[in-house]
Structure formats: C-alpha cells, structure tokens
C-alpha cells in the first residue's frame, strides 16, 4: 500500500465484515507473508512453512486468516467505524481507534458495542509500497467482556469503582510509612 493512513479503514472493514475470500485477498494484498497477530485472547508469532497434518504448509498470515474466519462466524452482524490517528513514518505505527456494534451467535436478542485501539506495524518491502506486519489489538477489560459475559460490562465497572480503587485507598492508608523510608521528604 501506498499510504497505510488512508487504506486502513478499508483493510479493516474488509476483514471484520468480508467474505472469506475478501478476509483472504486482503491478508495476501496487505500484510507481509509472515504477521504477528496478538489480541487479548491469543497470539499469533511471525512464522513460515510449519506443515499441518491434512492441511499442509501454513503460516502466520493463514492463521490469522482463520481468526478473521472464526470472527466472522461468532459475530456475523459486526458494524464497525474506524478513526485513524497520525501515522509515525518514523517508527512505521499507526493506531486506529475501532468502535464496533456486534450481535454474537451464541447470545439471542444480544447487541453491545465496545471500542478498541489497535496498532499497526508497517515494513516497507519494495521501494514504493508498505506492508503490514504486526497487529495489536488493545481493549480494556471492560470492553473485552461484552463479547462473552451479558452483563459483565456492568460487574466490571462496579469491581473497577468500588473494589478496585477502594483497595488501592485502603493499601495506601495501611502501607504508607514504607513510602516515608523510600526517600527523603522534598521542600
């Protein structure tokens, strides 16, 4: 690709809500043969030729195929919007901020919506073109759990609010002296 900015969102929209063969020509168009892939749930490493019983030599580009694919059948009515941040031609990362409105399979009448921030490694591979290399998949907890738990969404926010910072204020009031000795006062 020639401008990653740009293209993105399309690439995105092509593997959230594709075909397979779109999921497909679209991984071989854009990403390098050998991605990472890392999501809360799994990782895939940069790999090449491992053959599989029955299915041959794969990589880590028809992995992540295969996730797309899996994707694609839990969440088959995915609505996503794509905002793009500025892309780092020095470093080659672009984050992207995905809002997506989803209906699993496996949860009748259940619609959610979460948002995500994924970030995109580039290499540049010829003189004129960019492929994607690495995809990071960043989601808060809170986030995360409206894909499986009806209703988690909520337990998170309550444990988050009331348990989590509530723990934190008691620690400090029971263990501040240890800070005291950690070093001297500043005026």
């Avoid at 694609?72 to 672009?94: A, F, M, W």
């Avoid at 073109?129 to 909520?154: C, M, N, R």
């Amino acid at each position: 690709m020639d401008d990653p900015k740009q293209l993105i969102p399309r690439i995105i929209h092509s593997l959230a809500e594709g075909s397979p063969a779109e999921q497909r020509y679209t991984l071989k168009t854009y990403f390098t043969p050998t991605p990472s892939f890392t999501h809360p749930l799994f990782s895939v490493p940069s790999f090449s030729h491992i053959p599989l019983p029955i299915i041959g030599a794969v990589n880590s580009r028809w992995v992540i195929w295969m996730i797309y694919r899996w994707y694609k059948i839990l969440l088959p009515k995915t609505i996503l919007g794509v905002q793009c941040s500025d892309y780092n031609e020095e470093t080659q990362t672009l984050f992207v901020q995905i809002n997506q409105q989803f209906a699993p399979c496996f949860i009748p009448l259940y619609k959610s919506k979460s948002t995500l921030t994924t970030k995109f490694h580039f290499v540049q591979l010829d003189t004129t073109h960019f492929y994607i290399q690495s995809q990071e998949d960043l989601y808060q907890p809170i986030e995360f759990v409206k894909f499986f738990w009806l209703g988690g969404a909520t337990i998170m926010w309550f444990w988050q609010i009331l348990v989590s910072c509530y723990l934190c204020i008691f620690g400090v009031l029971l263990l501040a002296p240890v800070t005291w000795f950690e070093r001297p006062a500043v005026n």
